[in-house]
């Protein structure tokens, strides 16, 4: 019961999104201290050249600018609204002119939720979402996975750049762990091959790689995506043709070696 109106009441809120004048709910002001957030708590960005790292943070900013980042039932800090930037910018950094056109709200929950966005279910298990339906064109992200995503330097894990691999996925309009609007066309069928493959290994008990990524060839690629950009030595070393792959996908190779983390 508590889940059907805690989704009724999150209904009437997206109507009253749509509704409102969007150039107020742009007004937002940016974080204060980005460049300083950034180097504190994301490694990625510690490891960058200078003058990426002023890239980086444009595309952090025209980011915030352009989404909605909204706390539902928790409060959030400019730090959280950072992170969502950082997690979005990270795996389009390859493709500067890059944009989400299929985004406008990131909604933020304190913790796991279930299908029905309840976050009081004993089944509630779901850390973060991409919406459709009514949720269209909204990300739904849990503000503690969020966080661990940054501050466990050593795990292959990131909620946040899951998520927005789904919608780099999405953007030829379907989620089938092809991403067709990055991957050259003569790639595709050696990525489909190589995704069956080591969804087979991870069946067989003979990888490293979180075994959730053998539910689908969609998971796949965004579990691998967060192996590629949270240890990138490892997977490398680890997994070489995955690794080659998925820098062809994200046009760019992150650094091997990030600061502070162990590989």
């Not at 009441?9 to 150039?23: E, G, P």
């Not at 590629?228 to 490892?234: C, I, N, Q, W």
Request: proline share 5%; with cysteine.
């Amino acid at each position: 019961m508590f889940g059907l109106v805690f989704f009724g009441a999150l209904i009437l809120v997206l109507v009253w999104w749509k509704k409102a004048d969007r150039k107020k709910q742009a007004a937002t002001p940016l974080p204060a201290n980005i460049p300083g957030i950034l180097e504190k708590e994301v490694a990625y960005y510690r490891s960058l050249p200078e003058n990426d790292k002023l890239r980086f943070i444009t595309e952090v900013e025209d980011f915030l600018r352009e989404t909605r980042i909204t706390p539902v039932g928790t409060e959030i800090e400019d730090s959280d609204r950072v992170l969502v930037a950082a997690s979005a910018v990270i795996p389009i950094f390859g493709f500067p002119e890059w944009h989400y056109s299929n985004l406008t709200d990131v909604l933020i929950y304190n913790d796991s939720f279930d299908q029905e966005f309840d976050t009081q279910s004993r089944d509630r298990n779901i850390l973060g979402m991409v919406g459709s339906g009514v949720m269209n064109h909204k990300m739904i992200l849990s503000k503690q996975a969020l966080r661990e995503g940054f501050s466990n330097k050593t795990d292959k894990h990131n909620t946040a750049i899951h998520e927005f691999v789904h919608l780099l996925d999405k953007a030829d309009g379907a989620v089938d762990g092809i991403p067709e609007a990055l991957l050259s066309k003569q790639y595709c069928l050696p990525w489909l091959k190589l995704i069956h493959q080591k969804i087979q290994e991870i069946k067989e008990d003979e990888s490293d790689i979180n075994p959730y990524g053998a539910t689908s060839q969609t998971e796949f690629f965004a579990v691998a995506a967060e192996y590629f950009f949270e240890r990138p030595a490892l997977l490398k070393s680890k997994h070489p043709r995955l690794y080659e792959m998925l820098e062809k996908i994200f046009k760019q190779a992150p650094p091997t070696r990030i600061s502070g983390s162990k590989q």
